[in-house]
């Protein structure tokens, strides 16, 4: 016993204490910021260059929830486009995700539009089932990094579970390939309501490099309601655990 103390001492403090103001790497690719004085010409550049489409070839805008964070328009157009560090980006409203030239707002949730029940219900504790539904691994890792010993979210009773019977809401990860499409429905039928759904990660939110392939059946987004949108390709655990927490409503 006192050697597995002294082992956990020589440790030290391995957990984030405030996971509200973790200082990230000056590299991190978060929220865009997009210079007011952007031509027609530097916008048409940027938005032929983008692999995705996410910037808008008439307003300049950069649609966070199609970005993949290239970073490609930032390297044509240095002084017009930049990524700031900024990982709470996270939006329960879609539109918020867009970025227009100009603004340097940060990305916040609509009060508004958060169900009641789910402070009321979920506040202490939330319980959620991750599908990967056709996605790459990426975002799956870094969902799974959100309960480890440095993040630990389940600091605050969120965690996620392997049985839909035992969740909450769902959180999906992926394009939504065809052959997950039902599967999804299965599982997300199997979560006693009310319960809530968060979109993971660029491909989830909007197709990614996928959208528009025949392959892809997102049928399951247009029918029901989006609780939260983290944007990132992958996003990072901070970004969905600030994001869960702004929904929540913990301090």
């Known amino acids: 016993?006192?050697?597995?103390?002294?082992?956990?001492?020589?440790?030290?403090?391995?957990?984030?204490?405030?996971?509200?103001?973790?200082?990230?790497?000056?590299?991190?690719r978060g929220r865009p910021v997009i210079s007011g004085d952007i031509t027609k010409d530097e916008i048409k550049t940027v938005s032929f260059a983008c692999p995705v489409m996410a910037i808008d070839g008439k307003s300049g805008s950069i649609d966070m929830g199609r970005c993949v964070f290239c970073k490609e328009c930032s390297f044509l157009l240095p002084d017009k486009i930049r990524f700031t560090n900024d990982y709470r980006i996270s939006s329960n409203v879609r539109e918020a995700l867009?970025?227009?030239?100009?603004?340097?707002?940060?990305?916040?949730?609509?009060?508004?539009?958060?169900?009641?029940?789910?402070?009321?219900?979920?506040?202490?504790?939330?319980?959620?089932?991750?599908?990967?539904?056709?996605?790459d691994n990426s975002c799956e890792m870094e969902l799974v990094a959100t309960g480890n010993v440095n993040f630990d979210f389940g600091r605050y009773g969120i965690e996620f579970v392997a049985s839909p019977?035992?969740?909450?809401?769902?959180?999906?990860?992926?394009?939504?390939s065809e052959n997950m499409a039902e599967p999804l429905d299965i599982t997300y039928n199997a979560i006693p309501s009310p319960k809530i759904i968060i979109l993971a990660g660029t491909d989830a939110i909007s197709g990614g490099i996928f959208d528009g392939s025949p392959a892809l059946d997102r049928r399951f987004i247009e029918q029901n309601h989006i609780d939260l949108f983290v944007p990132g390709n992958p996003l990072n655990p901070l970004t969905f655990i600030n994001g869960v927490m702004d929904l929540l409503g913990i301090k």
């Open 1 to 28: 016993m006192f050697k597995e103390i002294k082992v956990l001492k020589s440790h030290g403090i391995q957990y984030v204490k405030n996971l509200r103001m973790q200082p990230v790497s000056a590299l991190f």
């Open 165 to 176: 019977r035992h969740a909450d809401g769902i959180v999906i990860t992926g394009p939504i």
């Open 98 to 135: 867009i970025i227009k030239p100009g603004s340097e707002n940060p990305v916040q949730l609509d009060e508004n539009r958060i169900r009641k029940e789910i402070r009321r219900l979920f506040k202490s504790a939330l319980k959620l089932r991750q599908v990967s539904a056709g996605g």
